[in-house]
């Protein structure tokens, strides 16, 4: 047998400022083959110093389910999709595989759940506020918590005007989406939104006068189609009195009306961007809160027909989608992470 000193076999690769991994062959005997040695020794210690922990986080997504709501003969329904994710005191469950603080991802969902027998549903937000509140208040071991609550847009059923007393119907004009976080002895932050609302409009759009050099093919137009799926997302800042459901039903009508202008004459738009910010001015005339918008650009282009002896006046077009600013998925993610930094 022949044994080899750690210093023969170690080999160090520096990879930033103080910290190194390491490659170290542990003692282990071996053939007089070299083919032998390379796969009977033990390789791979990583040693990792001088890091922190930033963000330790987990939770249950897609907690789907109906709440359903009697008044005499009359129903009511709220179909939401939940997502709680949780923040404790100790990283020790990553860094120690010690899971005696971890709320199991089973009993988040079944507290959710619970909450929505006992407390109902008033508002998205609330109910937002009521999980992170829970958390908090029952148990110690948790530093942060964080609950996103989305709406499916189910709407009563009208029968020559008269609501039905138990139907209902799927509306996809926007998805209702609302936000709340807290740290321990921090304030309760709330945020709401919508998202998913196509809007469209025939004519008083236009795109002329931009920037061209040799790379421009787009030609201007000063009569176009307008369409977009709107994203919308404001705060309220430190949780108040507010009435969630009226503030946002004040926001969407804002959005509608910006968006389309009067409706005799519309509102001419020269850009995306100069719609955005003519939603944005009127929201905030309107409400107090902050808010961010994003339109999603959908592309209509005439169809040239002559080579099928046709005049097409925009009659028919061809859609192409495109994103006028980053993709925003307010969803938590699925997977909790440990991320580090060098001190």
Not at 160 to 185: K, L, M, T, W, Y
Not at 246 to 257: D, G, P
Not at 272 to 287: A, G, P
Request: hydrophobic fraction near 35%.
């Amino acid at each position: 047998m022949k044994i080899f000193s750690l210093s023969q076999v170690t080999t160090k690769i520096k990879v930033i400022s103080t910290v190194y991994v390491s490659l170290t062959l542990f003692h282990d005997s071996i053939t007089q083959a070299s083919t032998a040695f390379l796969y009977n020794c033990h390789v791979f210690s990583l040693q990792i110093k001088d890091l922190e922990v930033l963000n330790c986080e987990y939770g249950k997504n897609t907690i789907k389910f109906l709440r359903l709501h009697r008044e005499g003969k009359k129903q009511f329904v709220k179909e939401v999709e939940v997502c709680a994710h949780l923040r404790l005191t100790s990283p020790q469950e990553y860094l120690e595989g010690n899971n005696s603080l971890v709320i199991p991802t089973d009993t988040i969902k079944n507290i959710v759940l619970v909450l929505a027998k006992k407390n109902g549903i008033p508002s998205l937000e609330q109910f937002a506020i009521d999980i992170c509140n829970h958390f908090m208040t029952t148990f110690c071991q948790v530093a942060y918590v964080k609950a996103y609550v989305q709406e499916v847009p189910w709407q009563r059923l009208h029968e020559d005007g008269v609501p039905h007393i138990h139907s209902f119907i799927c509306v996809p004009d926007g998805i209702r989406f609302c936000e709340a976080e807290q740290c321990r002895n921090g304030p309760l932050m709330v945020f709401a939104g919508i998202k998913d609302l196509k809007l469209m409009k025939t004519t008083q759009s236009g795109f002329e006068g931009f920037y061209k050099n040799e790379h421009t093919t787009l030609p201007e137009r000063h009569d176009r189609i307008l369409c977009g799926e709107l994203f919308c997302k404001w705060s309220y800042g430190e949780c108040k009195d507010f009435d969630f459901n009226c503030i946002w039903k004040k926001i969407r009508e804002c959005i509608l009306e910006a968006f389309a202008g009067p409706p005799d004459c519309g509102e001419y738009s020269p850009s995306y961007q100069k719609t955005v910010n003519c939603i944005q001015m009127f929201v905030l005339s309107r409400v107090s809160q902050v808010i961010e918008v994003v339109l999603n650009n959908t592309f209509y282009n005439v169809v040239d027909m002559k080579n099928l002896g046709l005049t097409n006046d925009k009659e028919v077009s061809k859609c192409f989608k495109y994103l006028t600013a980053l993709f925003r998925n307010t969803q938590p993610q699925s997977t909790a992470a440990v991320l580090y930094k060098i001190k």
